[in-house]
């Protein structure tokens, strides 16, 4: 099932890029990208590894490893529209539905036998429990060998030097599974993609804080986390470089991504992967655009190619969802004042003890920035749970409640 | 001697009376309401004067159901999962898988074809696909209940209901007929959410069920729309016994006979 | 240890030190999750979100504890790092200590703990005025090892249905020892145990093995053996988990001594398995099999993901061997166990073979 359907994705957006006129096309090279991805996940011919979200996914492709977390099975399976099967197999199995979807999404999905087999798994504490426990569980199932990453709450030089110390024992570890060396030249090559697609990715979003925004509200989703898998690859720089050029010229011929933009808002951890009309009614109905996406973000130096691991671990650490609220709050007030935001979404999806679990706490320290802050209970990948008519009023009375306040301070 | 069953439930209190060779000699239902001891007391003087069997010649009571600490004069309290299992061994002998969905909850057992249980699940924390939502989308509908599971023989559409919870239920189902969905066709929706859910229950005891005998009791058995799509999403035939919702009821009298008997 | 100790140190998970809280001149408190402080939790972080950790701000926030002065936090979770984060909102004095949690008892890891418990031992000493030498700290661990021992022994006599006052006595006992100052609760219990067995109400009932985070209430144990059940093992966070035995040595740092008895202390649910892999379900039978139990009942509180996360593969394995599973999913309230007391009842009946 899986298979067939990235070689038909591909083949699709081949065919589309081809023969495009419009010019606007990073979008379409990225999801290209991942249906590549996809398929050397499915094509039986690859080494692959399943892991968590904060893997060094660059000295994996280095290592000659296609990496993939496990929640992108979860958004991939709901963006297809067919994750109600794996939800209900995880169900059968007795496991608890106040879990989040993306876990009991690949649960059933691999109890179906929809999830290629790995050479090896690599779980990491961050960002979530529930997600280590997942993983545990699916090396049980295909009886692999686990390696297991603590990414520490705090962030000093203590915390980088034991995380680098983990990533050079991962290194071994791989080695003992594919019975090669790290070549130092590859991980040089590797590293030196990872920057090029670092530098094009802030250029791209110093492109997107623009007034207007060239950005359109579906061209960033997911957009940081799905790169952080092709870091480390040539493929990866040149989507990143795709995305800057195409703003830039955007920018430069002031064409906004929302014509008549006369709100923008930051969006909070999880896209709703599924198909669903309420970013475009945002755009539609109220000229307004999702410029910025918390989890795009990039607050990483450039990485050393003579000594990287540093560099890896301080990236690991540096993610949003890593450590304490506090840092998460300083991290989306920073993107709420480069963005000039309006106001933000949070949507606290169902089953996540990050994003919903410290729904109270974002929103207070988010308000004493004065971002207001809607946020929507929704389920970011069941779309059984999604109540349309529910949410589209509520995005409504939030984005009405936003044009009044500027409206009344003299704007736009 | 006779012994005597009664299974508290939430919308209705059962009795069944057995005789010394275990066989039903009489039944009687009435509805729980609000106060619970007095219905109690009262399907228990409906069932012997029904069968006019004075109260010296009933050996024993067991009592079952959510309400089963309230019944007096009982030998014991058992739960209604082990007494579902005794009394559809009674009802359908070499039954291996039963789903009992009652007025609040649902439950599926798997038994070893002899009455005994050997694993069991149970949704009681939400009335979702229980006795309690059908009474609330009837309602919705505005149609009689037990006119609920004949309405959609005709049906043959794959229109779905996406929240199987009662209240989000009830304002799709008021939406659904806003938008001009057939009431067949609704219906249909309704009975495959209940029996999506049911077979999501099922399979928890019994992941596997080629093979198994499987039947249904509770008073929602009663509901052949319910019945049969539940067949169909199981791909596999489902007994339902003469008195579904008996069953409880008769498998507290079946051990209160066991256990005078053993003595 | 002396009369030094007046300072209370708060903490809620079972991997906290105890002996260097002591030892740095506090009273280690545990806030369980236990009481009727209404529920505002929910607003701070979000409903859907761990019931112990609810239950504990709730606590803070309804003013039902004494006054800390640390409350030690382990990063084992997501919720734990939740509370930590959330603390200042309901006690916004009391300064939070968190202590990070590797995953693994490699070299490594035992050796980034350490520094951590020399972290921890500093921001104490900053409370209290009193950073433990060496000596004391050796000194605190043989005194916690001793309060262990005492349990495993009293933990036996439970399982054979002897011990006076059984399971919920014996839990009161676990609820005492981790709120109270140690010197009282040792001379105390060691009275206790040197009392004569006395058969107990459960010591006929049908064998199980209770396994799950946190329950901390006595009268589940009450619960359970109502219905007939008597528990031969008990594998819980606030129950059997709380305290375990380090090793002792003088001539050893006993940072060390610390950090490698943490890291591997019994398994729980924030436990990665990575050698064997998913080694719960098996550890769940093993122990299962070892203590004759006839039965398992997982107690799991709402939205625990790491163990909920883990249920199915326990359930297949305990299935293969027939060995019959209950998951009861708790909200450390007693209402919510006490509605799921026909599972409870169904299951011991089940267990009992009722009426064939």
Request: aromatic share 6%; net charge negative.
């Amino acid at each position: 099932m899986m298979l067939p359907y990235f070689e038909n994705l591909i083949q699709g957006i081949e065919e589309r890029l081809a023969t495009d006129k419009s010019g606007i096309v990073a979008r379409k090279r990225l999801t290209l990208e991942t249906a590549r991805l996809g398929k050397r996940l499915y094509s039986g011919e690859e080494r692959i590894t399943w892991s968590g979200l904060v893997a060094p996914y660059d000295l994996l492709a280095a290592m000659g490893i296609v990496p993939c977390f496990v929640e992108f099975i979860g958004g991939m399976l709901a963006s297809m529209g067919s994750i109600d099967p794996m939800l209900e197999q995880a169900d059968q199995m007795g496991y608890a539905t106040d879990c989040c979807t993306y876990h009991r999404a690949v649960t059933g999905a691999v109890h179906q036998g929809l999830l290629p087999e790995p050479d090896f798994l690599i779980a990491t504490s961050a960002v979530c429990s529930g997600g280590m426990a997942v993983i545990e569980g699916l090396a049980r199932h295909f009886d692999k060998d686990l390696f297991v990453i603590h990414v520490p709450h705090e962030k000093n030089e203590r915390a980088v030097a034991y995380l680098a110390d983990q990533f050079r024992a991962l290194t071994d570890f791989v080695t003992e599974h594919t019975g090669e060396a790290l070549d130092p030249d590859r991980l040089r090559m590797a590293v030196d993609n990872t920057n090029r697609a670092r530098a094009a990715m802030i250029e791209t979003y110093r492109w997107a804080r623009q007034v207007p925004s060239p950005a359109r509200s579906r061209d960033l989703i997911n957009f940081g986390i799905v790169m952080a898998l092709f870091l480390g690859t040539e493929g990866g720089a040149e989507v990143a470089e795709a995305y800057r050029d195409e703003f830039a010229r955007k920018a430069g011929e002031n064409i906004a991504g929302v014509p008549g933009e006369q709100l923008r808002l930051l969006w909070l951890q999880n896209r709703i992967q599924f198909k669903n009309p309420l970013v475009e009614m945002l755009e539609q109905e109220y000229q307004t655009a999702v410029v910025a996406e918390e989890l795009n973000d990039i607050a990483w130096d450039p990485i050393d190619p003579e000594d990287p691991y540093p560099g890896f671990a301080r990236r690991a650490l540096s993610f949003s969802l890593v450590g304490s609220t506090a840092h998460r709050a300083q991290s989306i007030q920073r993107l709420a004042k480069d963005y000039q935001v309006d106001g933000a979404i949070n949507p606290c999806h169902w089953g996540c003890r990050q994003g919903t679990g410290a729904r109270g706490l974002m929103g207070e320290a988010l308000r004493g920035a004065g971002v207001p802050t809607l946020n929507l209970e929704v389920d970011c990948v069941d779309p059984r749970n999604f109540a349309e008519g529910q949410l589209r009023t509520r995005l409504q009375a939030f984005v009405e409640m936003l044009l009044d306040h500027k409206a009344a301070a003299g704007g736009p | 001697m006779f012994y005597l069953g009664v299974d508290v439930g939430s919308l209705s209190c059962d009795a069944v009376l057995v005789d010394e060779q275990g066989q039903m000699v009489d039944w009687a239902v009435i509805p729980t309401g609000a106060r619970n001891v007095e219905s109690i007391a009262k399907v228990q003087r409906q069932i012997l004067a029904k069968s006019g069997i004075p109260l010296q010649q009933v050996g024993a009571t067991i009592a079952t159901g959510y309400g089963r600490d309230r019944v007096e004069g009982r030998l014991a309290s058992v739960t209604e999962i082990t007494c579902h299992g005794r009394g559809i061994q009674a009802a359908l002998a070499g039954t291996e898988v039963l789903v009992d969905i009652g007025g609040q909850d649902s439950k599926a057992m798997l038994l070893d074809g002899k009455g005994r249980v050997l694993d069991f699940a149970m949704n009681d924390k939400c009335a979702a696909g229980t006795g309690r939502f059908l009474e609330a989308m009837a309602r919705t509908l505005e149609i009689e209940l037990a006119q609920l599971g004949h309405l959609d023989k005709d049906a043959h559409g794959d229109l779905t209901l996406s929240s199987m919870c009662t209240v989000f239920a009830e304002s799709e189902v008021v939406s659904l007929i806003a938008e001009g969905a057939a009431v067949p066709e609704i219906v249909r929706g309704l009975h495959r959410a209940i029996a999506n859910r049911t077979r999501t229950l099922i399979k928890r005891v019994a992941p596997n069920l080629s093979g198994l005998a499987v039947a249904m009791s509770g008073g929602v058995a009663r509901n052949p729309g319910v019945v049969r799509t539940l067949g169909q999403v199981l791909d596999c035939e489902i007994s339902v016994p003469k008195e579904p919702d008996t069953i409880g009821a008769l498998g507290a009298a079946l051990i209160a006979r066991d256990r005078s008997v053993k003595r | 240890m002396n009369q030094e100790i007046t300072k209370l140190a708060g903490f809620t998970c079972a991997y906290t030190p105890l002996p260097l809280l002591a030892a740095a001149g506090f009273t280690p408190y545990r806030i369980l999750p236990v009481g009727q402080a209404p529920d505002q939790a929910g607003s701070i972080l979000h409903d859907n979100m761990c019931p112990h950790v609810k239950r504990v701000l709730d606590r803070a926030l309804d003013d039902d504890l004494p006054g800390l002065d640390a409350l030690v936090v382990i990063n084992s979770c997501d919720a734990m790092r939740r509370l930590a984060d959330a603390w200042p909102k309901a006690r916004p004095a009391e300064p939070v200590m968190l202590l990070d949690l590797p995953y693994s008892a490699d070299e490594r890891a035992v050796n980034f703990l350490r520094q951590e418990l020399l972290a921890l031992a500093e921001k104490l000493a900053a409370g209290s005025g009193r950073l433990p030498s060496q000596e004391e700290l050796h000194q605190s661990i043989a005194t916690y090892n001793r309060l262990a021992r005492l349990f495993d022994r009293l933990d036996a006599r439970a399982a054979a249905g002897t011990l006076t006052g059984g399971r919920a006595g014996l839990q009161r006992w676990h609820q005492r020892s981790v709120t109270e100052p140690i010197d009282k609760i040792l001379a105390e219990l060691e009275t206790f145990a040197a009392d004569n067995d006395h058969p107990d109400k459960a010591a006929a009932g049908a064998p199980i093995l209770l396994f799950g985070n946190v329950l901390a209430e006595t009268e589940a144990f009450d619960l359970f053996e109502e219905a007939g059940a008597r528990i031969v093992a008990e594998d819980l966070c606030t129950g059997s988990r709380q305290l375990t035995v380090l090793p002792e040595n003088p001539a050893e740092d006993p940072y060390l001594i610390l950090a490698r008895g943490l890291l591997n202390r019994p398994p729980c649910a924030r436990t990665i398995h990575a050698e064997p892999t998913g080694d719960l379900a098996e550890q769940v039978m093993r122990r299962a099999q070892e203590t004759g139990a006839r039965g398992v009942v997982a107690h799991v509180l709402k939205f625990c993901d790491p163990y909920l996360a883990r249920l199915p593969a326990v359930h297949e394995r305990l299935r293969k061997e027939g060995m019959p599973l209950l998951v009861l999913e708790g909200d450390c309230t007693m209402r919510s166990l006490g509605q799921q007391r026909t599972r409870i009842e169904a299951f011991v009946e089940m267990l009992q073979g009722e009426e064939s």
